[in-house]
């Protein structure tokens, strides 16, 4: 499959493309809205073509599907584009800015006849696939989930950072609060209500930090948080009638790192070690894969969308003060 990739933002050049190279797929082309920036990564990276626009990428004929990292607000406008052009998309979580768009560009790309994927590359790291089959077959009943997901924005010029953008749908949440919904929700399902308090340290318009409790049945609890303020967590822990399961640096993990994950059952502790992998190849190979043989992504419709509802409903929790349904 020959990919175009729209911006040159950092997180294709410095991940997405060098997985896709890594497969067997292939970058064809990229473009920008600054002709000499697509031309100078598309040389940096051997890209064969660079366009001096989106729309001209979108063009290409030499291209079967699109990567799309642009800014949260305009995902769904260059997806359905895309789409218009007979392009299957990739597209950076989260999705859309919230979950009745994201439900409208699913239906929109469904009727072009086009896959549609959200690139929540960790889906596809072997410890995340490996930590679910242990919660659901291993331990015991699950009494509570967490999941943090943080770092420090300061350096300089952060001030203009995309994601302190109220307008381009910017926020800790959206940002990096995405990943501990996501993982949280992987373990016990989807929540009843969900309860959050944020705050804005920036007075930039959007959140900085957000904790949030995802309520579920029977007493058990998913516990969120997210923020720009603070240094580098990523991690999850669930927690069992009969043990737990706990891993660190879970979300960004880099193709030469090594990974754990820690479970105990009926006092027993076990630690199983997962060889380096790219994650953003074996995201990029599932993509493909699933288009070629007709079938679902992993990160489908149903997993967009019940992780969107939830991002949602956390967002107007923290905005009103009170705790939201999400039935």
Request: some cysteine.
């Amino acid at each position: 499959m020959d990919f175009g990739i729209i911006s040159t933002a950092n997180i294709g050049t410095e991940d997405v493309i060098p997985g896709i190279q890594k497969s067997e797929h292939t970058v064809a082309a990229i473009g920008s809205r600054n002709e000499a920036a697509a031309e100078a990564v598309a040389e940096d990276l051997g890209i064969d073509r660079a366009h001096g626009s989106y729309d001209a990428l979108l063009a290409d004929d030499g291209i079967d599907a699109v990567y799309n990292p642009l800014p949260n607000a305009l995902h769904a406008e260059w997806t359905k584009r895309a789409a218009d052009q007979g392009l299957h998309v990739l597209c950076e979580k989260p999705l859309t800015v919230d979950a009745e768009e994201a439900a409208d560009l699913f239906d929109y790309c469904d009727d072009a006849g086009v896959t549609l994927m959200e690139a929540f590359m960790y889906r596809f790291h072997p410890r995340t696939i490996r930590a679910r089959e242990i919660v659901d077959s291993e331990l015991g009943e699950v009494r509570s989930a967490t999941a943090s997901f943080t770092f420090n924005m300061r350096w300089p010029g952060h001030e203009d950072d995309i994601r302190l953008d109220p307008d381009l749908a910017g926020g800790s949440l959206m940002d990096v609060g995405c990943y501990a919904v996501s993982a949280v929700r992987g373990f016990l399902g989807e929540p009843e209500r969900a309860q959050a308090v944020a705050a804005d340290t920036r007075d930039s318009g959007v959140d900085t930090q957000l904790s949030g409790i995802l309520e579920y049945p029977d007493g058990v609890t998913g516990r969120v948080h997210c923020g720009f303020d603070t240094e580098s967590v990523q991690h999850y822990r669930v927690e069992t009638v009969d043990g737990w399961l706990e891993a660190r640096d879970t979300f960004d993990v880099t193709p030469e790192d090594e990974t754990t994950l820690t479970y105990a059952v009926d006092g027993r502790e076990v630690t199983e070690t997962f060889d380096p992998v790219d994650h953003y190849t074996l995201e990029v190979e599932g993509f493909a894969d699933a288009i070629e043989h007709g079938e679902a992504p992993l990160v489908d419709r149903a997993e967009t969308l019940g992780n969107m509802r939830a991002i949602d409903a956390l967002a107007a929790s923290a905005e009103r003060g009170e705790p939201v349904s999400l039935s």
